[in-house]
């Protein structure tokens, strides 16, 4: 067992990041994050508490396992430039000045935040994330009670007939398969973010938002913002008193510009705790 105490860098809260992270490969409760991470063929464990004076305990099997706790729980993400630069702004200052060490969780594998988008298209976020873990379920191995988080080897042997036995529409399960078996998903992590989004927006099935995910999730970069979310439409239908279209959400976030991914972070957290400033009425109505 290898232990760490980690100093953030910048304004850091487990609490908010972890916050609603359960799923096939880790759980978060009473202040402890318990995570499965794959090491040359076998699962191992890894864990992660947060100290009263800011600092984090991370214990894992291995050094590598608390390498890849270190990235998924974005420690070095430091972001106190978005928070200086935004929090003053209309819609994202309450939420900058009263959640600053809010960051995005992330997954493992780029593979996994892969499947995470196309799972999460066009369907409820529930019934997404039961597709999701039935799926890392059949396709890793586990270790009480927690999976590791797919490879692209580990998806690339589903047929798409297999992953739609699973509760994946047809299409997605062939285009998560093409992907898996044509491209080396994890080297997009060295590629600049401006070529991996004009690699993967040529994709079939791969549209803006899952370019948002896999860049958050997957490849640990704020860039790229969550372009037709869900929740980014609702709030953009309350602030504009009509009917928003999911194209219309990346008018929203120009403003943030290469911080636009954290951004949509932000704007999700603040309208869902009532700290984004939107008429009450076109809320309601939303």
Excluded: N
Excluded at 126 to 150: K, M, S, W, Y
Excluded at 192 to 217: D, K, Q
């Amino acid at each position: 067992m290898v232990d760490a105490i980690v100093t953030p860098r910048g304004p850091y809260s487990l609490r908010l990041t972890a916050r609603g992270a359960a799923d096939a490969t880790r759980r978060f409760r009473d202040g402890l994050l318990v995570a499965a991470l794959e090491r040359e063929g076998r699962v191992e464990r890894a864990a992660a508490t947060q100290r009263p004076d800011g600092r984090v305990h991370l214990r894992a099997d291995s050094e590598h396992s608390l390498e890849r706790l270190r990235f998924c729980l974005a420690l070095d993400a430091d972001h106190s430039e978005f928070l200086r630069r935004f929090a003053r702004d209309p819609l994202l200052g309450r939420t900058v000045r009263l959640l600053p060490g809010l960051r995005r969780l992330r997954v493992p594998t780029v593979a996994h935040a892969l499947l995470r988008a196309l799972c999460g298209q066009l369907v409820e976020a529930r019934q997404a994330r039961a597709i999701e873990r039935r799926i890392v379920c059949r396709a890793t191995r586990a270790l009480d009670g927690l999976h590791a988080a797919p490879t692209g080897a580990d998806l690339a042997r589903f047929s798409p007939a297999e992953l739609r036995r699973l509760g994946l529409h047809a299409r997605r399960g062939a285009t998560l398969v093409r992907l898996c078996r044509s491209l080396d998903l994890e080297r997009l992590r060295e590629q600049p973010v401006a070529v991996v989004r004009e690699r993967l927006v040529r994709e079939r099935g791969l549209g803006p938002w899952s370019v948002g995910v896999i860049g958050l999730e997957g490849l640990g970069r704020t860039e790229l913002g969550l372009v037709g979310d869900l929740g980014l439409v609702k709030l953009l239908a309350a602030l504009r008193g009509r009917r928003a279209e999911a194209w219309e959400t990346e008018e929203l976030l120009a403003p943030y510009g290469e911080w636009a991914g954290l951004a949509s972070v932000y704007l999700l957290a603040g309208w869902a705790q009532g700290l984004v400033p939107v008429p009450r009425v076109e809320r309601r109505a939303a």
